[in-house]
């Protein structure tokens, strides 16, 4: 199975603030790298996908990058309404894997 | 809109099995490929397995071999996922979500089914 790696767990950042947050696949998984955004007692909701593209409706703020095993997600400016946790998925393969989550709190 | 709604919370014995629905509205449920997956307390999201509600195919994670069932009424465009021989490790919310192909991206996902296996 493909790990996905995301760390670190959580990340304290001011609105405002530019974020980025990793995700690393343990083997080349090309651009098949997705991006959600978890609140809690919601479903999570598509942001990125194929690496950089981004979802209909997703704020501009929100980009993604990267290829083969090395991606980031990245937030230009902070807005309070981003507290929530943010993980990656690959389906290069099957099985489709999930990163743990990266846990967003605003200072 | 195109929205995924889920059944109602479930509470289980081990041993158990449970059945949880997945209704499609603002798209025709034959038109794409659902996905089920589930995520334990503290833990990441684990992939189930897919189902194709036009043909009936299914593709399941090994971890779920022969203890899931993913079948769909397409008159009501509902899918259904049952899961068997449930344990407290089966406590868990779970999710449908739909995708355009047989992989892809998970847009838009269901709100969620808590599944709780207690004696």
């Known amino acids: 199975d493909i790990q996905m790696t995301q760390s670190p767990s959580s990340l304290s950042a001011s609105v405002g603030d530019r974020v980025s947050i990793p995700c690393q696949a343990s083997q080349d998984i090309s651009n098949f790298l997705n991006w959600y955004q978890k609140k809690p007692g919601r479903a999570p909701k598509l942001l990125i996908y194929?690496?950089?593209n981004l979802a209909t409706g997703v704020p501009l703020r929100f980009s993604g990058s990267g290829s083969g095993t090395y991606f980031n997600f990245t937030i230009s400016s902070l807005q309070p309404e981003d507290l929530a946790t943010y993980f990656c998925?690959?389906?290069?393969?099957?099985?489709?894997?999930f990163g743990l989550g990266t846990r967003l709190e605003i200072k | 809109q195109v929205q995924l709604v889920q059944s109602g919370a479930e509470m289980k014995k081990p041993g158990a099995s449970v059945k949880v629905s997945c209704k499609a509205s603002?798209?025709?449920?034959?038109?794409?490929?659902l996905h089920w997956v589930r995520q334990a307390p503290g833990q990441g999201f684990e992939w189930m397995g897919w189902l194709n509600p036009n043909s009936g195919a299914t593709n399941y994670a090994q971890n779920f071999q022969g203890r899931v069932t993913m079948t769909s009424d397409t008159s009501i465009n509902t899918a259904y996922m049952e899961l068997r021989r449930l344990t407290s490790d089966d406590t868990a919310i779970y999710y449908c979500a739909r995708v355009e192909a047989i992989l892809g991206w998970f847009d838009p996902w269901g709100q969620g089914t808590q599944v709780t296996v207690s004696s």
């Open positions: 998925q690959q389906y290069h393969d099957l099985p489709i894997t």
């Open positions: 603002g798209y025709t449920l034959t038109g794409y490929y």
């Open positions: 194929d690496a950089s």
